[in-house]
């Protein structure tokens, strides 16, 4: 949010122009304004109740300037209607490719060099009793896409507690909870002794969960130390050594498919997705779900090499960062962004015990907006987030 102020105001037939007095130049369209009126919204919820359908599309103001606190006043020539527009709301929600690019999050991609000796970590207590911790956590999350709980306590379903600081918890077919550890008749590799490269959870699911927790109860075992990566990481990396693969992974769908007894689902979409602003959005990995593929002959063998390129990356040591987890560690992650792996152990030297579970993406955002915005009064909070 910027301190500039409206500087001068001008109106062509199609948009008002307001300069700033840092200097940006921004232009909205007279139908945007008239829809965005703040009397277009409910007093109480903030919800639109203008229907946009009911403005007319060629709408144009009978006279716009700059009234008293510095906020644009607008008399519409259609009905005499009078609209009063806060200028931190407007220099905030303009559109022009500039303005919406400062406004684009960028998290920090690493390497295990970048990281060095710095592990993201906050303490249990801390931010299960106060929300500045809790805040400062998520955003740890959101700008390295994990970050380690430490000092919870070791007893059962306490990552629960953990997850549901934040917001609700997803539920899949292997339960709200679920355990991992080494089981006489698994069915899935994360229940084995066995080394799993880094990947992504429920890839064969529409929706992937958001954040992961994976608590840690017991350690005893010899091996097994935990793997992350930061697969926006790698994605960028790929993108400059071999855009030729990196288009076909952000492009060609590929299928993923899970089944036990009692479960059979299947997804089909990029390796590497983007979203509608070409930024990255989730990496979807994991070699144990990849389907027989379902794609035209031209693109088998290309799409072989491209996935062989981006594994070989995803290995790379520069990007797998390893670590140890202590009984009381919880290690949350990103599931659309960081994908997370352990090396093999051994169960006979010892137990190898960790519980976890899922919040959705929109949940744990929901929750970081609402702290961040914390303080400010309701309305006014809701009118500068949209």
Not at 23 to 39: A, D, E
Not at 168 to 174: A, T
Not at 196 to 204: C, E, F, I, Q
Not at 276 to 296: H, I, K, M, Q
């Amino acid at each position: 949010m910027s301190a500039a102020a409206i500087e001068k105001v001008a109106c062509d037939k199609e948009c008002v122009t307001i300069t700033w007095t840092n200097g940006r130049t921004n232009r909205y369209h007279h139908i945007w304004l008239r829809h965005n009126c703040p009397t277009a919204r409910h007093k109480v919820v903030g919800e639109y109740t203008l229907d946009p359908v009911s403005i007319p599309l060629d709408i144009t103001p009978a006279a716009a300037h700059l009234a008293d606190e510095g906020r644009l006043h607008i008399t519409w020539a259609n009905d005499n209607h009078h609209s009063h527009y806060d200028p931190v709301w407007l220099y905030t929600n303009a559109y022009e490719p500039e303005a919406r690019a400062e406004r684009r999050f960028r998290p920090l991609l690493w390497t295990t060099d970048l990281l060095g000796n710095f592990l993201p970590e906050v303490h249990y207590d801390a931010i299960m009793t106060g929300d500045a911790a809790l805040r400062d956590w998520l955003s740890l999350l959101r700008q390295y896409g994990f970050a380690i709980v430490r000092g919870v306590p070791t007893e059962s379903e306490m990552v629960l507690k953990v997850a549901e600081r934040i917001s609700f918890l997803r539920n899949s077919n292997f339960g709200v909870l679920f355990n991992v550890e080494s089981m006489p008749d698994p069915n899935s590799l994360a229940y084995t002794a066995v080394k799993l490269n880094a990947h992504t959870d429920l890839v064969s699911r529409e929706a992937q969960p958001g954040l992961q927790f994976l608590h840690c109860l017991v350690f005893d075992a010899a091996g097994g130390e935990s793997i992350l990566v930061d697969g926006f990481a790698v994605a960028e990396e790929l993108r400059h050594t071999d855009p030729k693969d990196w288009e076909l992974l952000t492009t060609l769908p590929i299928r993923f498919r899970y089944q036990d007894k009692a479960t059979d689902v299947e997804a089909k979409f990029p390796i590497i997705r983007l979203d509608a602003d070409g930024n990255y959005f989730e990496v979807r990995y994991s070699t144990a779900l990849l389907a027989p593929l379902d794609v035209d002959h031209k693109h088998v063998l290309p799409f072989y090499r491209a996935f062989d390129n981006f594994s070989r990356l995803l290995r790379d040591p520069r990007y797998e960062y390893k670590f140890r987890l202590q009984p009381g560690d919880c290690e949350v992650f990103d599931n659309r962004r960081v994908l997370h792996g352990r090396d093999e152990f051994n169960p006979q030297s010892g137990p190898r015990h960790l519980q976890g579970c899922y919040i959705d993406t929109d949940d744990y955002l929901s929750r970081l907006k609402v702290l961040e915005r914390n303080g400010r009064d309701f309305r006014e909070s809701m009118s500068i987030i949209r």
